[in-house]
Structure formats: structure tokens, C-alpha cells
């Protein structure tokens, strides 16, 4: 088969599966972007991944899309159709063209003043654009806050809404038992409002375990507050601030911790989750984050209610008194499941099954192999 793949920049969270994408026997894989790396990234420490095989078209010229955005028989990917100028110049391009054309964006269901006025747009683009695709990959896609409840209210069809997920490469590590007499919870992330950090340091000031250690990895606007805040709750002498490093130390982090949380009051996914899980670390997540579809309860960590500081405690006082199980083991698993060459052969597989001929293409929806579907919440 022909993909190509319409970016703004070359994703690090996409690089894993699209390589591995072009490794399959009788594929061939374009990725077009209109630059390799934004400097924001380049100056946190992110490298350009590494693309294989996948013939990668930067800042294409228009005749270059047009060409490329009509391959007949072609598999056409548009990451974002709202904001992303090469996403949509060559989705309008392709129009007329015999070819398929599918759109993957991240989940836009974030609960509060901003959701009417967003899904009033995304309906007016599902208008416009849901009769020329063959099909929708959501990332984050599960549950009463996912991508397939707020895309099909905006009139998507939901049996062609697909869940997916973001990738991030494997760094191998070596599981060694944790020589130190504490627990240590990591949060690895940007230091917003949205991020709910705040919240962590509440529940985890009301954690019986007085030797636990919190660390937090990252910078931004509400660092000052937060650290007046463990000052208020008495927990100053138990959590470190480090401002970000480069992504070898992070997760040599987050192989080293007990467990990592995400307590965002909303994520379209949540990258560091898979990045702890692969190292064999469980995780804490919201519901609200995307990323929270990959998480199984008590298996590979747990899911609360966002916003709920009592449900973030019981979460952590089951992962630091319960959770036994092999982290080796767990790192073995969570890698194959979340790695490259998997994420790639689901992608595959949905492809092929949203463009079989009816009725086998309009069949509900079903977990990808390896996915768990966490049921939907009803409101």
C-alpha cells in the first residue's frame, strides 16, 4: 500500500509507527511536512527522530502536494484539518483524486467555557469535510470525556471514528530492585493550570506515608505557586523541583520512580504515560486525559475521576501499598503493545477494514488488538 502523511513537523509521537509502517512488506510511506522540527522543541533537547525507510518531503512545493496529495489508490493521513496549513492545503488538493483519505487528530472533548464554541467549528468542519473521508483515528478516543463521543456529537460517523494512540520510541533500561527506603512519585510535564499539578500536591500531602518523596520535572507559569503551596501543606521538605532535561535523564526518572501521574484536567493524550509504562513504571492518570485509554486498573496503574483530590489518593495509596507486580515484566509488555511495529500493524489493519465493501466496513467500532475500550460513562 501507499501512505502518505500530512504534518506540520515531524512528530516524535508518530515517528515510531510510521517507520515501522514503511517496514511492512509492499509499503510505501511519504511523510510531508512543512518543516523537520519547530525550534520550541529543538531547544528543549528533542532530536529530529529518526525516519527509516519513509521517504520524508519537507516544506513541499504546491506542485509537489498536489502530486503527491493525488497518488492514485493512495492512503492519505491528515493530522488536523483546523490550524495546520499543509494538513488542509493538501487535503483540497487531493479532492477529486481517487484516493483514500482518512483524518487523525487528538481528542478536543475539554469540558468547560471552551467546549460550545469548539464543537460549533469542529461540526461546521465535519460538514464540510466527513463526506470525502473513509474514516477518523482519534487519539484518545475512550470514555465519557473521548474523542469518539465529542467527534461524533459533532456528526462524524461514530462506526468510522477508530481509536489510536501517540507512539514514542523504546529506550531500553535496566531493571535493577530499587535500592532506598521511600516511595517516589514522579510528575513529568509542563508546570500549567491545565496540568492540575496543584491537585497532586494536595493529595499527596494527605498520603500516609510520611517517607514518600514527590518529584516534579518540569517549568512554567505556576512553579512559584506551587512551591508557596507545599510550603502551606507542610510538604516543602518532601518534593524536589527540576526544570526540564534532556529525555534520556527523564526517563531514567521514570524508570527510577514507583509510579508517575498525570492529573490534567484535560490531555488530548499524555505522551508520558507511554513513555513510564514502557520502562516498566505504573501509572496514575485522569480521566480526562487521552492517554488514560491504555490504561488498565491495577494491572498497569489506575484511572481517577480529574479534579477528584480523594480519588487521586486512593490511586496513590494503592500503587505505593499494593502494587507488586514484575516491572521487567511489565516494561516487556507495555513496549510491545505501545511500541512502533504493533501500533503499525493495528493502523494497517483498521485501514483495510474501514475501506472493505459493505457491510464489513460498517460494522460498530471495536477496540484495535492489543487496545482496551474503557466503557463509556454516561453523564
Known amino acids: 500500500m501507499t501512505y502518505v502523511f500530512w504534518h506540520s513537523y515531524l512528530m516524535f509521537h508518530q515517528a ?25 522543541y529543538r531547544d528543549r533537547g528533542y532530536p529530529v ?17 498536489a502530486e503527491l496529495a493525488r497518488l492514485p489508490g493512495s492512503v492519505q493521513v491528515f493530522f488536523g484539518l483546523r490550524g495546520f496549513a499543509l494538513p488542509l492545503t493538501a487535503f483540497q488538493a ?32 465535519a460538514l464540510r469535510y466527513r ?12 470514555g465519557r470525556y473521548g474523542g469518539a463521543r465529542f467527534f461524533a456529537a459533532c456528526g462524524y460517523p461514530r462506526e468510522r471514528i477508530v481509536p489510536f494512540v501517540h507512539v514514542v520510541g523504546g529506550t531500553p533500561v535496566r531493571h535493577a530492585p530499587l535500592q532506598r527506603g521511600h516511595k517516589e512519585i514522579l510528575y513529568v510535564g509542563q508546570l500549567i493550570p491545565r496540568k ?55 526517563v531514567a526518572a521514570m524508570a527510577a520512580a514507583d509510579v508517575l501521574v498525570l492529573p490534567s484536567r484535560f490531555d488530548g493524550w499524555g ?11 505504573p501509572v496514575i492518570c485522569s480521566d480526562r486525559c487521552g492517554a488514560s485509554d491504555v490504561i488498565e486498573n491495577g494491572r498497569n496503574g489506575h484511572v481517577f475521576e480529574a479534579g477528584n483530590a480523594h480519588a487521586l489518593l486512593e490511586c496513590l495509596h494503592r500503587v505505593c501499598h499494593d502494587f507488586r507486580g514484575d516491572r521487567a515484566a511489565l516494561a516487556s509488555t507495555e513496549s510491545t503493545r505501545l511500541g512502533g511495529p504493533a501500533v503499525a500493524a493495528r493502523f494497517q489493519q483498521s485501514v483495510l477494514r474501514l475501506l472493505a465493501p459493505s457491510p ?4 460498530p467500532t471495536a477496540p484495535m488488538d492489543g487496545m482496551p475500550h474503557r466503557r463509556e460513562q454516561q453523564p
Open 49 to 65: 527522530p529518526d525516519t527509516g525507510q519513509v521517504l520524508v518531503h519537507i516544506a513541499p512545493t504546491p506542485a509537489r502536494t
Open 196 to 250: 492540575r499539578v496543584d491537585l497532586l500536591l494536595r493529595a499527596f500531602s494527605q498520603l500516609d506515608l510520611p517517607t514518600a518523596r514527590l518529584r516534579i520535572i518540569g517549568k512554567g507559569e505556576e512553579e512559584p505557586h506551587l512551591q508557596q503551596l507545599t510550603h502551606r501543606l507542610g510538604i516543602a521538605e518532601r518534593v524536589g523541583f527540576s526544570p526540564g532535561m534532556p529525555n534520556a535523564g527523564i
Open 16 to 40: 515510531a509507527y510510521i517507520r515501522a509502517l514503511a517496514e511492512l512488506p509492499g509499503n510505501t510511506v511519504h511523510w510531508c511536512v512543512a518543516q523537520d522540527l519547530p525550534a520550541y
Open 271 to 281: 505522551a508520558v504515560v507511554n513513555e513510564a509504562l514502557m520502562v516498566g513504571t
Open 94 to 125: 487531493s479532492l477529486g483524486a481517487p484516493v483514500h483519505r482518512f483524518l487523525m487528530t487528538e481528542n478536543r472533548y475539554e469540558p468547560g467555557a471552551r467546549l460550545l464554541p469548539r464543537w460549533l467549528v469542529y461540526t461546521w468542519d
Open 360 to 363: 464489513a466496513a460498517t460494522r
Open 131 to 142: 463526506r470525502h473521508l473513509s474514516g477518523v483515528f482519534c487519539i484518545g478516543h475512550s
